[in-house]
Each structure stands twice: as C-alpha cells, then as structure tokens.
Nanobody, 126 residues
Framework: QVQLVESGGGLVQAGDSLRLSCEASGRTFSSYVIGWFRQALGKEREFVAAIRWSGGRTYYTNSEKGRFTISRDNAKNAVYLQMNSLKPEDTAVYYC???????????????????WGQGTQVTVSS
C-alpha cells in the first residue's frame, strides 16, 4: 500500500524559506511522478510542482518557477519542495501526491493522482 507522508510545514515570515518533505513507501516508484499541490482556505486545490521519479524531469507552474524547487532523493524515497522568498499568498495546506506518468497534461491535473498524503500547513505572515 502506497503511503505518502509530508513534513516541514510551519509558520514563517514573508521572505523566509521552507523545505517540505514527502516520504514515499509501499512500492517501487520508478514509473511514477510525484507532485506537490496546495489548497488555501476557501480556494480550489492547485498544482505547484512535480518530478518524475525516473530521470528527474521537473514541472512547475509559471508563478512558482524560480522561487520553488522540487527534487528527489532516490535512496531515501523522498521528494522535497524547497520554497524561497515566501509570500503570504503561499499560505496553504501542501500535499504531495503520486501517480504513474502518462502525459504532461495529467501531471498538473490533481484529479489524475492516485495517492495523496495528509498535507502539511504552511503559513506565511506579512
């Protein structure tokens, strides 16, 4: 059974950095893509970034590219989201999710992911 466990969230000030971690277990993820999504209070869930486990190809939204960096550690079965220059509008619950890779369009579509973590809260104060 696939399990995804996020950690690393917290309360920070605008301009600070955080690194979120997603520890994956339960299967071999070589054909998978791991994505980070976020959902702010009262808003829809949105795609943030994703990485293909095999090969390390990364995907970002335009608004986060340059501030956020996704990476993986195969030995630890972990995916990280480094977030720099945080803004109050980055406040949300951040989730990692996993799916087998099928297409680039499916990477950014939250509805296509099969497995989700419980989420970690990120709060950025102004």
């Amino acid at each position: 059974q696939v399990q995804l466990v996020e950690s690393g969230g917290g309360l920070v000030q605008a301009g600070d950095s955080l690194r979120l971690s997603c520890e994956a277990s339960g299967r071999t993820f070589s054909s998978y893509v791991i994505g980070w999504f976020r959902q702010a209070l009262g808003k829809e869930r949105e795609f943030v970034a994703a990485i293909r486990w095999s090969g390390g190809r990364t995907y970002y939204t335009n608004s986060e590219k340059g501030r956020f960096t996704i990476s993986r550690d195969n030995a630890k079965n972990a995916v990280y989201l480094q977030m720099n220059s945080l803004k109050p509008e980055d406040t949300a619950v951040y989730y990692c999710a996993a799916k087998t890779f099928s297409s680039v369009s499916a990477v950014v579509a939250g509805t296509s992911y099969d497995y989700w973590g419980q989420g970690t809260q990120v709060t950025v104060s102004s």
